[in-house]
């Protein structure tokens, strides 16, 4: 009897371990597709000059709202956009574009990939608004996206756009919060491949006060690092800075500010522990003592938050305004920045990032960037992309570009990840069960 009872029991091990491997050969078995998804940069607005670096000459490319969606060669490292945003299979690198309205303001944005929400933390619904949120369907179908708006009057209608397949479509600001001076704004694509560009262009009577293109956040987050903030001293005064804040949340916010420059860094009086309401957009000044040139700030709160800055630059006599947005944490990826020639802005406590730089004329070189707190670094002459191979932990950047129109900024991140989908596999014993 205990011989049968072991060698039942025997036979049960043996079946259960049977089982076992035929599931793991099963699940390892499963192959995976990886690959980019295509990015879209933005249109170009009357009056505006769009330019958007690649690199490489052979990059497909179509416009979206032509009749063709037929990818061709771009056949140029810098393709200059008529009207119409364009779409571009990368593989991976992000491109930047660089806009501007001559002699009144510049701007620079990463194009991305399509994403189901897009925060922009920028612009303005009052009268001096001259600004539009531009969003644009890359697909084949039709798309519906849903504009959501807050002030600091507190949240506003929500306003729903439905856009045909291959086209794009302009939202003036300041009809999304008439007569307010503060917005944060949040487009979620309810169906269809959705991107979404903010341009916040303003004027008081004749008088252009400038202009910029800011970039997006993905999401809320308790977390942000804002680096490569514009410190232009005018007349040996600190210029003012509007740090802008919104908290999305039932939940009052307490948030601490601490400021990361050349000089060290420092938490800013009333800025440790500093209470912020929910569900209404709160600016506050920044006037830092900080040496001239760039400086970061890193924001750490109790509940998810979305951040920016504005503030004022002149470049070739040109006065303009800029909003720097959050970057993230560095790490391996690629961005195409030919044409542009920008300053970058590294924050961490301990910076170790190695970089490449690629050249017009074919050259590489290979490029360490250490130190601490805050160090800027100038992307040499005909560089047309720059790919960051390894970065410490909790390591930022973020580009600036002092043009002949105004001041623009970037921040350092990639504009698509890398996705990946199971292929199905036949198997015999679905036929066979």
């Known amino acids: 009897m205990k011989f049968k009872k072991g060698a039942i029991l025997a036979a049960v091990i043996a079946a259960v371990l049977l089982a076992t491997n035929l599931f793991d050969a099963n699940t390892s078995s499963r192959q ?3 690959s980019f998804p295509a990015v879209v940069c933005p249109p170009n607005p009357a009056g505006v000059t769009t330019v958007s670096s690649v690199l490489s000459k052979k990059t497909p490319f179509y416009r979206i709202g032509n009749k063709s969606t037929k990818l061709v060669k771009i056949r140029t490292l810098r393709y200059s956009s008529v009207s119409d945003p364009i779409l571009l299979q990368t593989e991976g690198l992000t491109p930047v574009s660089f806009q501007s309205r001559k002699g009144v303001w510049a ?180 006037t830092p003592e900080v040496a001239k040139g760039a400086f970061a700030i890193k924001l750490i709160s109790d509940q998810p938050l979305v951040a920016a800055v504005r503030s004022r630059a002149t470049s070739n006599g040109n006065s303009d305004f800029v909003w720097t947005t959050p970057s993230p944490a560095l790490a391996p990826m690629q961005i195409a920045i030919g044409g542009i020639s920008p300053k970058v802005i590294f924050a961490g406590e301990a910076i170790a990032v190695e970089l490449r730089i690629e050249f017009s004329n074919g050259k590489v070189k290979e490029q360490s960037i250490t130190g601490s707190d805050l160090v800027s670094w100038q992307v040499p002459n005909n560089a047309i992309a720059i790919t960051v191979l390894s970065a410490g932990t909790d390591n930022y950047a973020g580009a600036l570009v002092a043009a002949k129109s105004g001041y623009a900024f970037f921040p350092i991140a990639s504009g698509a990840e890398l996705t990946k989908v199971a292929i199905p596999s036949s198997n015999i014993r679905v036929l066979n069960p």
């Open 107 to 286: 701007g620079s944005v990463l194009c991305t990939a399509p994403a189901s929400s897009q925060w922009f933390v920028g612009g303005t619904s009052d009268v001096s608004s001259k600004g539009a949120i531009y969003i644009v369907n890359s697909g084949l179908s039709v798309a519906i996206a849903d504009v959501f708006t807050w002030s600091e009057n507190g949240e506003q209608a929500v306003k729903t756009i439905s856009l045909k397949a291959n086209s794009s479509a302009a939202v003036k600001l300041d009809s999304l919060a008439p007569g307010d001076s503060e917005i944060v704004i949040e487009v979620v694509a309810r169906s269809g491949r959705i991107n979404s560009f903010l341009v916040d262009e303003r004027v008081k009577g004749l008088k252009k006060l400038g202009g910029d293109s800011v970039n997006a956040i993905s999401a809320p987050a308790k977390k942000f690092v804002i680096t490569g903030i514009p410190q232009q001293i005018v007349k040996k005064k600190a210029p003012i800075h509007y740090l802008r804040l919104f908290v999305p949340g039932v939940a009052d916010a307490n948030f601490t500010l601490e400021l990361l420059s050349s000089d060290g860094r420092f938490i800013p009086i009333g800025f440790n522990e500093r209470k912020l309401v929910s569900g209404k957009v709160v600016e506050f000044k920044l």
């Open 32 to 34: 995976y597709s990886k």
